[in-house]
């Protein structure tokens, strides 16, 4: 079994490829573009497996595509690609529509053209907008997207339906809840207050700091995933939630009492615009049909997770520097712009 894993440098996307190798015997092709997100020192303890390769390469380089499918005759894909950062958005939503929309739909053209088996889009909750009168996102909930970042993230799922209907393309698609865990980019909120905190900076909220997200450990979703690529329906979208609903404002106050920081450090700004209100994702679909159960606890995983920021500070403070961007450099000897790819 060959895995295409694009955008597999960054968050989820490096815990998930770790997580494959260690429960599989997979085959896995990394390709990311390394954007200011990417970064291949979360991948560093993989890099001799030989079953693990690393890519560098746009998913909108519609050349580079067909060369890399021809070349390994990938079984599955699994489409992590994307501008996530809603705020980034907001400033400026070109990159989005480009990578999240364009960038999808060459993925689609050419696993169409090569006969993939399965192609997981993995999505978020986001495109459902916000829960203001409570209840749960389930599968069948209309889309509602508020911001720039999820409108594209939604333009893409239905771009994967239509490949689905139109073409016969083995699509599935997964939508889950917020994330935490290792290795997350510290513009997120969780390692934003983290490494905030353990410099003494201020803490920015939101507004009131009422609004509420449905967090999930990581190696969850990555659990969650392996499941859908191994037996998910094609044509069908499973909701992925990890019942752990909290404010903002209440979370940042677990993470300074886990690190024993003053609530002085909470600083209150200006809501953004478009903000959802509310998340919250009924994940019965694939409890029921696939038989995915969450395995951390979210108060001993937001623990655990504290605990990895504190002990890799340096991965933390090379990403605030931007000394990061130099590991691609040193451990692969190319230059930026470099083109040729050795696979």
Request: one cysteine or more; hydrophobic letters at 40%.
């Amino acid at each position: 079994m060959i895995l295409l894993v694009t955008g597999g440098a960054g968050f989820i996307g490096s815990n998930f490829i770790k997580h494959i190798l260690k429960e599989t015997g997979w085959r896995v092709v990394n390709l990311d573009k390394l954007t200011y997100a990417g970064n291949l020192e979360n991948l560093a303890d993989v890099e001799d497996n030989s079953r693990y390769s690393f890519v560098r390469g746009d998913i909108t380089d519609s050349e580079l595509l067909k060369d890399l499918f021809k070349h390994y005759d990938f079984n599955m894909v699994i489409n992590f690609a994307a501008e996530s950062h809603v705020d980034r958005s907001i400033e400026n939503s070109a990159p989005f529509i480009n990578t999240n929309i364009l960038g999808t739909q060459m993925l689609l053209d050419t696993a169409c053209k090569h006969g993939v088996k399965k192609f997981l889009q993995v999505s978020t909750d986001e495109v459902y907008g916000s829960l203001d009168d409570g209840g749960f996102f389930t599968e069948g909930t209309p889309l509602a997207p508020n911001s720039p970042y999820s409108a594209s993230k939604a333009s893409a799922d239905l771009l994967c339906r239509a490949y689905f209907k139109t073409h016969g393309l083995q699509v599935v698609i997964t939508r889950c809840s917020n994330n935490f865990g290792p290795y997350q980019f510290p513009e997120k909120l969780i390692p934003l207050v983290v490494t905030n905190a353990l410099e003494g900076r201020p803490i920015p909220v939101y507004g009131d700091g009422m609004n509420v997200r449905d967090w999930i450990y990581v190696l969850d979703h990555c659990e969650a995933l392996r499941l859908v690529l191994d037996k998910g329906r094609a044509g069908e979208i499973y909701n992925i939630g990890g019942g752990a609903r909290v404010t903002n404002l209440s979370l940042v106050k677990m993470i300074l009492d886990i690190l024993g920081k003053p609530e002085t450090l909470i600083t209150f700004v200006g809501d953004r615009p478009g903000h959802d209100r509310r998340y919250a994702v009924d994940p019965a679909k694939i409890m029921d049909e696939l038989g995915w159960r969450r395995g951390y606890d979210f108060k001993e995983a937001m623990h655990k997770t504290v605990a990895w920021y504190l002990e890799n500070e340096g991965w933390w403070r090379r990403i605030k520097s931007g000394e990061y961007l130099d590991y691609y450099n040193r451990w692969y000897g190319k230059l930026a712009g470099e083109k040729d790819i050795k696979w």
